[in-house]
Nanobody, 118 residues
């Protein structure tokens, strides 16, 4: 089992920045990948960014060039730095980890609200 706890959400004006954190209950170096997803009101959850066990990163087109995913293995933490935020970035942001070899499981955090509004 893996517990994930997100933090760092809040209210920010358009053009502003926020950094989300996701702390895992055990070492993240054993995970296949960790990522961030988001869900806006009335919409399906969508993928935002992923960092693999090897450190490769990928981003949704909608956030490429504005968001950066990173990790601190010593702190069992993954970050999402969000810059140049837009109202359409408003959503609940969820941390995800994909773990296991023979049996692969996905784990989710409880989510953190990000609201971009003037």
């Amino acid at each position: 089992q893996v517990q994930l706890v997100e933090s760092g959400g809040g209210l920010v004006q358009p053009g502003g920045s926020l950094r989300l954190s996701c702390v895992a209950s055990r070492s993240i170096t054993s995970f296949n990948a960790m990522g961030w997803y988001r869900q806006a009101p009335g919409k399906q959850r969508e993928w935002v960014a992923t960092i693999t066990g090897g450190g490769s990163t990928n981003y949704a087109d909608s956030v490429k060039g504005r968001f950066t995913i990173s990790r601190d293995s010593a702190k069992n933490t993954v970050y999402l730095q969000m810059n140049t935020l837009k109202p359409e970035d408003t959503a609940v942001y969820y941390c995800n980890c994909n773990a296991g070899v023979l049996v692969v499981k996905n784990y989710w955090g409880q989510g953190t609200q990000v609201t971009v509004s003037s």
